[in-house]
C-alpha cells in the first residue's frame, strides 16, 4: 500500500473542487441570469400576433411630458406638482386602451406592483384617479389632449424623415345608441337611432388626424373645411384627399383646390359638367368685379379662381375643377384612389369598433357619453402610436388587437 490517499477519498476531494466550481460559476451565472431578465423587463415589447402584451406593460411605457401644457390649465400649482401626473396619464391610457367597462373595474384590474410599474409609489385611492380623468381631463378636454399627442408624434416623425398628413381619407361612420337615448336621432338611411363619428386618416399610417362627433342625421361634408384647418394648425402640409360624393360640395372642392389640395370623390351618376364654370363664363364673372380696388387686368387662370373664391363665387370655382374630375372618372388612377378610400376606411372602423369601446355596448346615454365613447376610442389609437414612436417603432401604430 502506498503513502498517498485513497480512490475513494481522491474521488471526494475531485468532487468537493468541482463542487466549489460549480457554485461559484451558479452564482455567477445567476447574477447574469437576474441581469438579463432585467434588461429583458426593461426592453419595449411591440404588441404582436406572436407575443401579445398585457395593456398596463403596455401603458408604461409612455413618456407623458409632452402632455402636461393641457394640464396646466387644470393645476393653479401645476409646477410644483407636476411629477405626480407621470403615473397619472399613463393610468389614464391604461384605462382607454385596456377597454374595461368603466373606471372602477379599470382601477381594479390592476395590483399595488402593477400600480408600481405605471410610476406611483403605491396603489393611489379611486378617488384621487376619478377626479383626475372626470374633472381635470374630462370630456371636454378630450379634443385638447388628441390634439397635442398628434403635435408629439408630428415632431417625433419628423426626425425620423416621416411626414403625416401628405395622404388622407374621410369618412363617418354610424354608432348605434340605447333604447330611449333622448338625444339620439332616428336616421331613415341607418334604419336605427345613434350618432355619428366623422374621422380623418393619414391613408399610410391608419392614424386618425382629426374626429369629428356627429347627429346621426347631420351632413359630413359641412366637416371636410374644419378637418382641413386642423390638420393647417398641426403643421401638416395636406396634398391629396380622398372623400365620398356627401363631402364634394362646389365651397368643398373650390376651398380644398385653392389650397392646393387635389380632391378626389365618387362622381354621382347625376352629376354633369356645370356650363357657368367653363372659361369664357368665368371670365365674364370675373369682369363683374371690374371697378374693385384689387382687380387686375388679364389676370393668368389661377388669380382669377383664387379672387372668385375670395367673392364666394363657389359654384363657378368649384364647378370649374368638378368639371374635370367629371372628365377623368373612367380612368384607373382615379378609380382606384376612390376604391383604395372605400375598402380602407371600411377596415378601419371595423377595426375601431373591434378594438375599442366606441360600438362595444354603451353604458352611457346621451349626446355627453357618444362624446365620451368617441374620444376614449380616438385617443386610445394616438397614444398607441405615441406609444410606438417613443420606442423606436414605426409600423402598425394604431394597432390595439394585441395588447389584452
Known amino acids: ?29 445567476e447574477a447574469e441570469f437576474k441581469q438579463m431578465l432585467q434588461e429583458i423587463e426593461d426592453q419595449f415589447i411591440n404588441p404582436t400576433e406572436d407575443n401579445p ?26 409646477e410644483y406638482i407636476k411629477n405626480r401626473f407621470e403615473p397619472r396619464i399613463r393610468f389614464f391610457v391604461y384605462f382607454l386602451i385596456s377597454r374595461k367597462k368603466n373606471l372602477w373595474q379599470t382601477y381594479k384590474s390592476l395590483t399595488e406592483e402593477e400600480y408600481i410599474l405605471l410610476g406611483f409609489r403605491s396603489k393611489p385611492t379611486y378617488k384621487l384617479l376619478r377626479e383626475f ?14 390634439k397635442q399627442v398628434l403635435k408629439e408624434l408630428v415632431f417625433l416623425l419628423k426626425k425620423k424623415n416621416i411626414h403625416l398628413g401628405r ?8 354608432i348605434r345608441s340605447l333604447k330611449h337615448d333622448p338625444d339620439a336621432k332616428y336616421s331613415g338611411y341607418y334604419k336605427h337611432s345613434g350618432y ?10 391608419d392614424l ?10 347631420s351632413d359630413e361634408g359641412k366637416n371636410l373645411v374644419p378637418s382641413q384647418k386642423q390638420l393647417t394648425s398641426l403643421g401638416l402640409c395636406e396634398v391629396e384627399r380622398v372623400v365620398d360624393d356627401k363631402y364634394a360640395s362646389f365651397e368643398n372642392i373650390a376651398h380644398s383646390e385653392i389650397n392646393k389640395v387635389s380632391l378626389y370623390y365618387k362622381i354621382a351618376e347625376n352629376w354633369v359638367p ?54 377623368e372618372k373612367d380612368s384607373e388612377e382615379y378609380q382606384k384612389k376612390c376604391k383604395k378610400r372605400s375598402s380602407h376606411m371600411e377596415g378601419f372602423f371595423g ?39 417613443q420606442n423606436n417603432i414605426f409600423e402598425h401604430l394604431t394597432n390595439l388587437t394585441y395588447v389584452t
Open 196 to 205: 355619428k363619428l366623422d374621422v380623418t386618416l393619414d391613408a399610410e399610417h
Open 133 to 146: 380623468i372626470y374633472e381635470r381631463i374630462g370630456v371636454s378636454r378630450f379634443q385638447d389632449v388628441f
Open 274 to 327: 356645370t356650363k357657368k364654370s367653363d372659361l369664357k363664363k368665368l371670365k365674364k364673372l370675373y369682369q363683374k368685379y371690374h371697378k374693385e380696388d384689387d382687380f387686375q387686368v388679364n389676370p393668368d387662370l389661377d388669380f382669377m379662381l383664387r379672387y372668385l373664391y375670395q367673392k364666394r363665387e363657389y359654384e363657378s370655382v368649384g364647378g370649374y375643377y368638378r368639371n374635370q374630375c367629371i372628365e
Open 53 to 78: 402584451v398585457k395593456a398596463v406593460d403596455f401603458a408604461r411605457w409612455l413618456n407623458p411630458e409632452s402632455l402636461f401644457v393641457v394640464l396646466k390649465l387644470s393645476y393653479p400649482y401645476f
Open 1 to 29: 500500500m502506498g503513502y498517498g490517499m485513497s480512490e475513494i477519498d481522491i474521488e471526494r476531494k475531485i468532487e468537493k473542487y468541482w463542487g466549489r466550481v460549480d457554485r461559484q460559476l451558479n452564482i455567477e451565472d
Open 208 to 217: 386618425p388626424l382629426c374626429y369629428i362627433p356627429m347627429e346621426i342625421t
Open 351 to 389: 377595426r375601431v369598433k373591434n378594438t375599442t369601446l366606441l360600438d362595444d355596448r354603451p353604458t352611457k346615454r346621451g349626446w355627453k357619453g357618444f362624446l365620451f365613447r368617441a374620444g376614449t376610442a380616438m385617443l386610445s389609437l394616438v397614444f398607441a402610436a405615441l406609444i410606438r414612436v
Open 167 to 174: 395622404c388622407v381619407f374621410q369618412d363617418a361612420t354610424d
